[in-house]
Every structure is written in structure tokens, then in C-alpha cells.
């Protein structure tokens, strides 16, 4: 089982929908939770931190329940800029993230 | 956006051959990783480096080594490359450890190994 599971999609939305992404992780030690943003052969660059009383910005909305180690993305009004690949990236103890294969957005006109 | 440069940015090699793969960054920041991206396998950290001369393993380490001289500089070498190393390369970099803090990373290198 990966550490750090998603969906891979891809998710074919209409601009001005409304996206979730979800994703599990299985190390319940983890202490750091992040979404990150990747487009087609490039780097990823974060979106957002995951906060345990969720957070949001803008039209992202992050939220993250770790009692059924579950974390979620919520993306509003979706535009033709938010077609990209979002990571979900957990993090604990000394060593580095642990990146999930991530989620493909394909946001249409 | 962070001082990360990767170099080279592609390179084809043949089986066999040592390749060196460099990251370098301006940020003056502690932490520095390498990772590997494959499909359906995410990024995957190879690994990663504490401090000057202070470097650690990470999940896929095999094939690989490091080292880092300088704060801005680390290095990741395949002394024998294989096929099964062709990926795209990420560099990163913390301030702090990477588990609490934001990662940044560099343009990528593309690897074929032939």
C-alpha cells in the first residue's frame, strides 16, 4: 500500500466548476500536510498548507480530518489556469516529504 | 520564485557511464534533496542533505551518490548509469527540515540512460 494515496484522474471539468480531490495517507505519526501544484513538465511549486481546522485561499479550500487520515482540496469556480496535476504531500519525523502520484485537472471551456 | 538551477537540464547517456547531475541555490538554505518522478510512482526521494558533509539516504537510494561541499552546491552522481534511471530529477530546498517546512524546488533534469 503507497504512504500517500490519490486518485489519478483525470478530472475533466467545466470552467467555473467546482473540484474535490481527495487523498489518504497511512502514517498516522505524520505531522505536516500540503498540497502542491505541478504543471506539465515542470516543477512543483506549493498551493497550500493543510491545517487540522482547514484553511483556505481564495477559491482553494483545504481541509484535513486525521482521524480517518483523510485529507481533501476543494477548488470553486474552476479556471482554464487550474489544468495541472495537485500533489498531496504529507510530512513527519526527520526525513523528507512523501509525495502522493497526484491528481490530473483538466479544466475545459 | 527560489535560486534553484539544475544543470544540466537534459542528458542522454549511454549504459554504464557516470553521470553527475548538479543543483545549486542561492538561498543560503540548510536542507537540499534530490528526488526522481516516474510515472505513476510521484516523486520519490533519493537523497538528501543536512548541512555541508552531513548527507542521508532515502527510499531509493541504490545506484546513487551525493555530496555536498559547499552550502549551495549538491551534487548527485550515477557511477554506473542504467536504464532503469531514466526519470526526470528534482532538486529541493528547505530552511528548515523538510517535514514542517515548504519545499522549493529546481527546473528538473531529464535523464535518458540508452
Known amino acids: 500500500r503507497k504512504e500517500v494515496e490519490q486518485d489519478p484522474g483525470p478530472f475533466n471539468v467545466p470552467e467555473g466548476a467546482t473540484v474535490a480531490f481527495n487523498c489518504t495517507y497511512s502514517n498516522s505519526a505524520s505531522q505536516s500536510f500540503f498540497w502542491y501544484r505541478q504543471d506539465c513538465r515542470k516543477e512543483p511549486k506549493l498551493l497550500m498548507s493543510?491545517?487540522?481546522s482547514g484553511n483556505e485561499d481564495g477559491r482553494f479550500t483545504a481541509q484535513l480530518n486525521r482521524a480517518s487520515q483523510y485529507i481533501s482540496l476543494l477548488i470553486r469556480d474552476s479556471k482554464l489556469s487550474d489544468s495541472a496535476t495537485y500533489l498531496c504531500?504529507?510530512?513527519?519525523?526527520?526525513?523528507?516529504?512523501?509525495f502522493g502520484s497526484g491528481t490530473r485537472l483538466q479544466v475545459q471551456p | 520564485d527560489a535560486g534553484i538551477t539544475q544543470s544540466p537540464r537534459h542528458k542522454v547517456t549511454e549504459t554504464g557511464t557516470p553521470v553527475t547531475l548538479r543543483c545549486h541555490q542561492t538561498e543560503n538554505h540548510r536542507y537540499m534533496y534530490w528526488y526522481r518522478q516516474d510515472p505513476g510512482h510521484g516523486l520519490r526521494l533519493i537523497h538528501y542533505s543536512y548541512g555541508v558533509k552531513d548527507t542521508d539516504k532515502g527510499e531509493v537510494s541504490d545506484g546513487y551518490s551525493v555530496s555536498r561541499s559547499k552550502t549551495e552546491d549538491f551534487l548527485l552522481t550515477l557511477e554506473s548509469a542504467t536504464s532503469s534511471q531514466t526519470s526526470v530529477y528534482f532538486c529541493?530546498?528547505?530552511?528548515?527540515?523538510?517535514?514542517?517546512?515548504?519545499?522549493?524546488f529546481g527546473p528538473g533534469t531529464r535523464l535518458t540512460v540508452l
Open positions: 493543510v491545517y487540522s
Open positions: 529541493a530546498i528547505s530552511e528548515s527540515p523538510a517535514s514542517t517546512d515548504t519545499q522549493y
Open positions: 504531500v504529507v510530512g513527519g519525523g526527520r526525513r523528507a516529504l512523501t
